[in-house]
């Protein structure tokens, strides 16, 4: 009985010390960095000081940098037509995604006003309000809106578009000076 309890506390004992080295090894290996795909150049500062990711050469970022930048109704964004269901105003899955990331960028730039131009064909300006080009504005204004813009901030308009397709076009303003955008950085 003896020789069974040494040999079962030397078994005890030979295990116990094969696992805290284990768990030693484990922690080495954890403290190698790692490096993480992204950059910090993609992460930007927003003017109420929040953060979001945006990728250099993205949608998102262009958008930012578009709305950061605004200083009278100069540079456009365009809402293209992807942005709505084909012959709708009801916005597409990418449309909802552009929608979110503006409202996001309105609310932290609380001095932005909007203009969304629906461009319609020459033909259809008599009848303006009815144009698919500006129930598209209704339609992103309505979302905005939903979001929590106040909307005072968002004027919807009409124009003729030159190339016969319907495209929402946005112009800002802002009443503060434009501070660029920051990135964040290694």
């Known amino acids: 009985m003896l020789r069974f309890l040494l040999f079962f506390s030397t078994a005890l004992l030979a295990g116990a010390a094969?696992?805290?080295?284990?768990?030693?090894?484990?922690?080495?290996e954890a403290e190698v960095a790692v490096e993480r795909p992204g950059s910090s150049d993609d992460i930007m500062v927003l003017p109420d000081g929040a953060t979001m990711v945006?990728?250099?050469?993205?949608?998102?970022?262009?958008m930012a940098e578009w709305l950061t930048a605004a200083g009278g109704e100069g540079e456009a964004f365009v809402f293209?037509?992807?942005?709505?269901?084909?012959?709708?105003?009801?916005?597409?899955?990418?449309?909802?995604?552009?929608?979110?990331?503006?409202?996001t960028l309105l609310r932290a730039t609380p001095d932005a006003r909007l203009r969304l131009v629906g461009q319609a064909a020459t033909s259809?300006?008599?009848?303006?309000d009815d144009s698919l080009a500006?129930?598209?504005?209704?339609?992103?204004?309505?979302?905005?809106?939903?979001r929590g813009i106040p909307g005072?901030?968002?004027?919807?308009?009409?124009?003729?578009s030159r190339n016969g397709r319907a495209p929402l076009v946005l112009?800002?303003?802002?009443?503060?000076p434009a501070v660029p955008l920051l990135t964040a950085s290694n």
């Open 54 to 62: 945006a990728p250099r050469g993205s949608r998102d970022r262009a």
């Open 171 to 176: 112009f800002a303003r802002r009443s503060a």
């Open 80 to 103: 293209g037509d992807a942005a709505f269901v084909p012959g709708t105003a009801r916005l597409s899955r990418d449309g909802l995604g552009e929608g979110a990331t503006l409202a």
């Open 134 to 146: 500006h129930k598209r504005g209704q339609a992103l204004a309505a979302f905005l809106v939903d």
């Open 124 to 128: 259809q300006l008599d009848a303006a």
């Open 152 to 160: 005072d901030r968002l004027e919807i308009a009409s124009a003729a």
């Open 18 to 28: 094969a696992f805290s080295l284990q768990s030693c090894k484990g922690k080495a």
